[in-house]
C-alpha cells in the first residue's frame, strides 16, 4: 500500500549539510508517523528521528538533536531530513520508515536505504 523512495545522499566533508527526501506513495498518511533511521556498517540500526504526519510533532534522538531537522510536505507527500553540521560519525545508510499507528508499534514499511557518508 505505501512505497517509500529515499534520495539526496552523498559525501560531503564534516561541518557540511545535507538534505535526504523521501517519497512516499499512497492515499494518505494521516495515521502514520515517519521515520528516518540509518545504519552503520557492523552497527545495528540507529533511530535518527520521527515526524507525526498529522501535526508535524517531531522526535530526535540525542545523537542529533540541534543538528537535523524533520519536515514534511503534505501536497507532495514527502518528508526530508536536514543534516546539518555532519560529523564523521553520521556516516551510514539512511532509511526512511512508515508507522501505520492503526497496526501497531512496528514501523510497516521502509525505503531501499540512501547511503551518506562525512569525510574529517
Known amino acids: 500500500q505505501v512505497q517509500l523512495v529515499e534520495s539526496g545522499g552523498g559525501l560531503v566533508q564534516a561541518g557540511g549539510s545535507l538534505r535526504l527526501s523521501c517519497a512516499a506513495s499512497g492515499r494518505t498518511f494521516s495515521n502514520y508517523i515517519m521515520g528516518w533511521f540509518r545504519q552503520a556498517p557492523g552497527k545495528e540500526r540507529e533511530f535518527v528521528g520521527r515526524?507525526?504526519?498529522?501535526?508535524?510533532?517531531?522526535y530526535y534522538a540525542d545523537s542529533v538533536k540541534g543538528r537535523f531537522t524533520i519536515s514534511r510536505d503534505n501536497v507532495k507527500k514527502a518528508v526530508y531530513l536536514q543534516m546539518n553540521s555532519l560529523k564523521p560519525e553520521d556516516t551510514a545508510v539512511y532509511y526512511c520508515a512508515a508507522d501505520d499507528i492503526s497496526t501497531g508499534p512496528l514501523y510497516d514499511y521502509w525505503g531501499q536505504g540512501t547511503q551518506v557518508t562525512v569525510s574529517s
Open positions: 515526524i507525526v504526519w498529522s501535526g508535524g510533532l517531531t
